[in-house]
């Protein structure tokens, strides 16, 4: 109930009557839009009460607002703000009345926002997303039973009042092993921080390298979201190309021999967008460039968990590297689930300074979240949903791969990725993908497509797709849908 | 299983036999701490096949492995490696060898840090903390349930895979009803964000405002995280006192005058630290001083769901600011979950603006976990629950007062606050706080303390009692223990 008593003041030695005093500030309520039309006054008993008014005075009120038309009597509900006041509008509430107006009375710091909108329209049953997992095969049931089983514990509370900007130490115990695991990774818990995602983790080591005006190299293209982040630090991006084989190293050499750098974002594996892979060759390469420069990287590995090859290779990270590479991941992914936790490693005094930050961006994360997902991965359920799920996506990438092939191929031309969730399809110049994306609406289907791939650099004609998160059947109806709106373009 | 393939390169026209290349590289991989003490190598007809080798080389090697002593068999489980080995010791993972040491090799940018850490100590079984709720009342059951039915739901999917920076639509749909019959506020969902809580609200508000240099009013004292986040953005605060009405609203006219002033940080109910609720006649003067002067303000009102009088005063933001005031406020505390949620409220331009740079901090929060609590809004679970848990708060509140009063009252002077959840004591200055809680620690009791209350201003003698979270017999056990502790100081 609203704070009545605050909100009607009565004066007692005003002249006019005080049953009018309360309908005429009831009216002005109604009319600032804080008791909205639909709701209900509080019965004329706890008003009188409230006011301390005799109870005759808040019906005399009461009759007053009705015979104004502001209310309407509904039997055995009381009194209710009436719906068809011509003086209330809905958009009242948002227009220049009201408190907050659309654009805000002071100047804002810029942020740089992505040219083109995302083309959202209507979702299609049928979706070829950006490169997501398929959530029908995600940890859901377990992930819901560790929780309750979590908080059926003696000691539950302590998951709920607490939270470190580092994260729960059980999980970033338990990430040291699975890093260890399944990367090779030498870190000890306090080269761990827990994050709310790889964009948490990405933002959080950028802020404590960037200065305004410091050269930055990015691939080209790039992941759209770190460019943004990097230039809402000030960051001066300094784009290398991306080839078959990954980010040119040679090209990154050459402008630490022309400029100080301060940071080098790569993205070693399925590089976002074009799911190249970086070969062996260049890691090394780039390993003596960073040792040589002592050049600060950022390794995003958001997406290392998904490998079709039999010998995936370590990130940079497990590598000899002086400690210059920040590594960075995420279990939003892995997982499919809406949790969003992510990780960042780096030495030790790093994250002690990067915990600093993130408390005051954040404080911390869930904490029995961050204790859940702990104990999945010590009892081995996150290890067994990678391994099912990298086997299904493997298959799904060669049958996306074979249909592609033998239904498009005359249009669109791709190298099948080593690991990761989706394909580059470069597409013939010819047509025009978002013509291809309307038509093939029509028919049923979500085509993600997306200019944002080529922010800061030279617009090409690719569409990445997404093959993980659609079936064999789906992935056959997708291709064919395509294939037909092709045909009507 | 670690990548071996890539890991173990066999020269195959190399003068060393291979068996003792792979024995070899294995003691690589021991010694820098890729293969663990304790952990298993793989069979040996597994690695044949992954190495492209026949099982007797493989064997050969394993054999080696261990006449030096470096692994040990193991029956049924396979090769070992050592946990004995004289040249293995685990600070070696994160000493000078290994990638990651203490300090990284670049600079980092400075972040504004406490002056005394926090003192820790051991948590003993009672607790006085700083204002936490009681987490035995939280809703814990009726959070999961409402998880579990959600991925019930045929449409679950979407849940889990879509994320937005402003949050989840029904959520802020939700929030908007809450906050008209809770607080009165008068506005539409698209001046609403949902957040990781009120320190992300606060950050991301103060990150569009402040630029390096500008004057940013806070309390003194005042809330520290929140002039940590001010600084670390590069602000000069500017502090003016807050008495038992609040901030003291001539004194930022004053500096209103002298200066342009780009922010004024306040926490209108229950400020934290001093738990006083600012009068009803500085809130009218600041809001004139808040339209004179186009003043933006970041209004930080985490506590108002649990007040104690009949009227609470509605906030700021509920009244006639022309859009100056920024709302701030949060789900965690109001519901003892571990979940972190909380909002910004602001005009709709900023509201997009603050979008763009949450997307870079963070991308969006946890779907699911949103939607869950959409829900609990809705069917009124959090009506209920706030309701409860005031009624709670209000009598242990009083209890609280009494025995402070009546064991105390010697040592302690204090008002009891409107709400919230903690009572500010100053305490006698002959009295030294930190011995009296290195004392209590010995008798069971954890008594919250923290120098940080006084950041950037004149230190006090004071204890932030937090009362909510102890029921009648733990409050009288608690002021027992306090009581025999000064005794003995």
Same mark, same amino acid.
Not at 134 to 162: F, G, K, M, N
Not at 231 to 259: F, H
Not at 291 to 320: C, G, Q, T
């Given at each position: 109930?609203?704070?009545?008593?605050?909100?009607?003041?009565?004066?007692?030695?005003?002249?006019?009557?005080?049953?009018?005093?309360?309908?005429?500030?009831?009216?002005?309520?109604?009319?600032?839009?804080?008791?909205?039309?639909?709701?209900?006054?509080?019965?004329?008993?706890?008003?009188?009460?409230?006011?301390?008014?005799?109870?005759?005075?808040?019906?005399?009120?009461?009759?007053?607002?009705?015979?104004?038309?502001?209310?309407?009597?509904?039997?055995?509900?009381?009194?209710?703000?009436?719906?068809?006041?011509?003086?209330?509008?809905?958009?009242?509430?948002?227009?220049?009345?009201?408190?907050?107006?659309?654009?805000?009375?002071?100047?804002?710091?810029?942020?740089?926002?992505?040219?083109?909108?995302?083309?959202?329209?209507?979702?299609?049953?049928?979706?070829?997303?950006?490169?997501?997992?398929?959530?029908?095969?995600?940890?859901?049931?377990?992930?819901?039973?560790?929780?309750?089983?979590?908080?059926?514990?003696?000691?539950?509370?302590?998951?709920?009042?607490?939270?470190?900007?580092?994260?729960?130490?059980?999980?970033?115990?338990?990430?040291?092993?699975?890093?260890?695991?399944?990367?090779?990774?030498?870190?000890?818990?306090?080269?761990?921080?827990?994050?709310?995602?790889?964009?948490?983790?990405?933002?959080?080591?950028?802020?404590?390298?960037?200065?305004?005006?410091?050269?930055?190299?990015?691939?080209?293209?790039?992941?759209?979201?770190?460019?943004?982040?990097?230039?809402?630090?000030?960051?001066?991006?300094?784009?290398?190309?991306?080839?078959?084989?990954?980010?040119?190293?040679?090209?990154?050499?050459?402008?630490?021999?022309?400029?100080?750098?301060?940071?080098?974002?790569?993205?070693?594996?399925?590089?976002?967008?074009?799911?190249?892979?970086?070969?062996?060759?260049?890691?090394?390469?780039?390993?003596?460039?960073?040792?040589?420069?002592?050049?600060?990287?950022?390794?995003?590995?958001?997406?290392?968990?998904?490998?079709?090859?039999?010998?995936?290779?370590?990130?940079?990270?497990?590598?000899?590297?002086?400690?210059?590479?920040?590594?960075?991941?995420?279990?939003?992914?892995?997982?499919?689930?809406?949790?969003?936790?992510?990780?960042?490693?780096?030495?030790?005094?790093?994250?002690?300074? #990067?915990?600093? %930050?993130?408390?005051?961006?954040? $404080?911390?994360?869930?904490? !029995? +979240? &961050? /204790?859940?997902?702990?104990?999945? =991965?010590?009892?081995?359920?996150?290890?067994?949903?990678?391994?099912?799920?990298?086997?299904?996506?493997?298959?799904?990438?060669?049958?996306?791969?074979?249909?592609?092939?033998?239904?498009?191929?005359?249009?669109?031309?791709?190298?099948?990725?080593?690991?990761?969730? #989706?394909?580059? %399809?470069?597409?013939?110049?010819? $047509?025009?993908?978002?013509? !291809? +994306? &309307? /038509?093939?609406?029509?028919?049923? =289907?979500?085509?993600?497509?997306?200019?944002?791939?080529?922010?800061?650099?030279?617009?090409?004609?690719?569409?990445?797709?997404?093959?993980?998160?659609?079936?064999?059947?789906?992935?056959?109806?997708?291709?064919?849908?395509?294939?037909?709106?092709?045909?009507?373009?």
């Amino acid at each position: 109930m609203l704070p009545y008593k605050s909100l009607i003041k009565i004066d007692r030695k005003g002249r006019q009557p005080i049953y009018l005093q309360v309908a005429n500030r009831f009216i002005s309520l109604i009319r600032d839009g804080l008791i909205r039309p639909g709701a209900y006054l509080p019965g004329s008993r706890i008003l009188a009460e409230m006011l301390v008014l005799h109870r005759k005075t808040v019906v005399a009120a009461y009759d007053e607002l009705a015979s104004q038309d502001w209310v309407v009597p509904v039997p055995r509900k009381g009194m209710m703000v009436a719906t068809n006041l011509p003086q209330i509008k809905p958009r009242t509430f948002a227009g220049a009345q009201h408190a907050y107006g659309q654009d805000p009375p002071f100047t804002l710091n810029p942020v740089p926002e992505l040219p083109h909108p995302r083309t959202a329209g209507k979702r299609q049953k049928l979706v070829v997303n950006d490169g997501f997992p398929d959530v029908r095969l995600a940890p859901l049931d377990e992930w819901i039973r560790e929780c309750r089983s979590l908080i059926q514990q003696p000691s539950y509370h302590r998951y709920l009042t607490t939270t470190t900007p580092s994260g729960n130490d059980h999980l970033r115990a338990q990430l040291v092993r699975h890093l260890s695991a399944t990367r090779g990774l030498n870190i000890i818990p306090e080269n761990t921080m827990i994050t709310r995602g790889a964009q948490m983790s990405i933002y959080l080591a950028a802020a404590l390298l960037i200065s305004k005006g410091d050269h930055v190299i990015v691939g080209s293209p790039n992941y759209y979201f770190a460019d943004l982040t990097f230039e809402q630090l000030g960051a001066n991006l300094l784009r290398v190309p991306v080839d078959k084989d990954g980010i040119d190293v040679d090209a990154v050499e050459q402008l630490c021999k022309k400029k100080k750098i301060k940071l080098l974002y790569v993205i070693s594996h399925h590089h976002h967008p074009t799911t190249v892979t970086l070969s062996a060759e260049r890691r090394m390469k780039l390993l003596e460039i960073i040792r040589k420069y002592n050049l600060a990287v950022i390794e995003d590995d958001y997406d290392y968990d998904f490998y079709y090859s039999a010998a995936p290779i370590v990130p940079l990270a497990s590598a000899d590297h002086g400690g210059n590479v920040i590594y960075v991941g995420s279990f939003t992914k892995s997982l499919g689930l809406s949790l969003r936790i992510g990780f960042m490693i780096a030495p030790e005094k790093f994250m002690q300074q #990067a915990a600093a %930050l993130r408390r005051l961006m954040d $404080l911390g994360g869930d904490n !029995l +979240v &961050e /204790e859940a997902l702990a104990n999945m =991965l010590k009892d081995g359920t996150i290890g067994r949903h990678l391994k099912k799920a990298n086997k299904v996506y493997r298959e799904r990438r060669d049958i996306a791969g074979d249909l592609l092939q033998k239904q498009l191929g005359d249009y669109v031309s791709f190298q099948l990725p080593q690991g990761g969730m #989706a394909i580059w %399809l470069q597409v013939d110049p010819k $047509l025009k993908i978002q013509r !291809l +994306v &309307e /038509e093939v609406a029509g028919m049923g =289907l979500t085509l993600n497509y997306s200019y944002q791939y080529y922010y800061g650099t030279k617009p090409g004609n690719a569409i990445r797709f997404g093959f993980a998160a659609l079936n064999q059947r789906e992935l056959g109806q997708a291709v064919t849908i395509i294939r037909k709106g092709i045909g009507r373009l």
